[in-house]
T-cell receptor, first 117, second 114 residues
Framework: ETGVTQSPTHLIKTRGQQVTLRCSSQSGHNTVSWYQQALGQGPQFIFQYYREEENGRGNFPPRFSGLQFPNYSSELNVNALELDDSALYLC????????????????FGPGTRLTVL | SQELEQSPQSLIVQEGKNLTINCTSSKTLYGLYWYKQKYGEGLIFLMMLQKGGEEKSHEKITAKLDEKKQQSSLHITASQPSHAGIYLCGADTPLVQGAQKLVFGQGTRLTINP
């Protein structure tokens, strides 16, 4: 069984640039959630993808966008980077069954550390 | 919206001592998760609690959910250096059509001194 993987592990960008972060879900999982964790804080929910559609969104501006692919992997895109976007970005995968029943336990990847200068 | 408050925010204990971390919710908890995080790394799942009064143990770590399902505690017995890290509680919060997201507390940083 393959766990959740994320790439890259570290990234340094400058203000105004754009960034794409990638996540491969755990084998058998079909739902991917993205979280932002600022230093010293708990993770904050960005959005969730299921069947290639956004399932719900946290309090993040539209410059945070995402995709889910047919193999359930996912991307997080952030445009017009700001200094406050510097954080650890965590991807979590879970299994949701047809009919709405979810296994809610989410398995997290190692994260991508984004630094915006 | 649901909010989780963890206490203490940081904890320094001597190796071998017991310790407790608390997580208090502003709303009834329907799924409460405990995770451990090494600095700057991903979250490692520890335990999940759903029922009022539920208690689960794994090795030297015990988690409890109170009867009213608004508070959870994580207790470590005879702490070891390997227990050091950040402990996070997370609560299931509904999205749409049965989907859930996690709302997290701010974390408790645990340091174990030899």
């Amino acid at each position: 069984e393959t766990g959740v993987t994320q790439s890259p592990t570290h990234l340094i960008k400058t203000r105004g640039q754009q960034v794409t972060l990638r996540c491969s879900s755990q084998s058998g999982h079909n739902t991917v959630s993205w979280y932002q964790q600022a230093l010293g804080q708990g993770p904050q929910f960005i959005f969730q993808y299921y069947r290639e559609e956004e399932n719900g969104r946290g309090n993040f501006p539209p410059r945070f966008s995402g995709l889910q692919f047919p193999n359930y992997s996912s991307e997080l895109n952030v445009n017009a980077l700001e200094l406050d976007d510097s954080a650890l970005y965590l991807c979590a995968s879970s299994l949701r069954l047809a009919g709405g029943l979810s296994y809610n336990e989410q398995f997290f990847g190692p994260g991508t550390r984004l630094t915006v200068l | 919206s649901q909010e989780l408050e963890q206490s203490p925010q940081s904890l320094i204990v001597q190796e071998g001592k017991n310790l407790t971390i608390n997580c208090t919710s502003s709303k009834t908890l329907y799924g409460l998760y405990w995770y451990k995080q090494k600095y700057g790394e991903g979250l490692i799942f520890l335990m999940m609690l759903q029922k009022g009064g539920e208690e689960k143990s794994h090795e030297k770590i015990t988690a409890k959910l109170d009867e009213k399902k608004q508070q959870s505690s994580l207790h470590i017995t005879a702490s070891q250096p390997s227990h050091a890290g950040i402990y996070l509680c997370g609560a299931d919060t509904p999205l749409v059509q049965g989907a859930q997201k996690l709302v997290f507390g701010q974390g408790t940083r645990l340091t174990i001194n030899p």
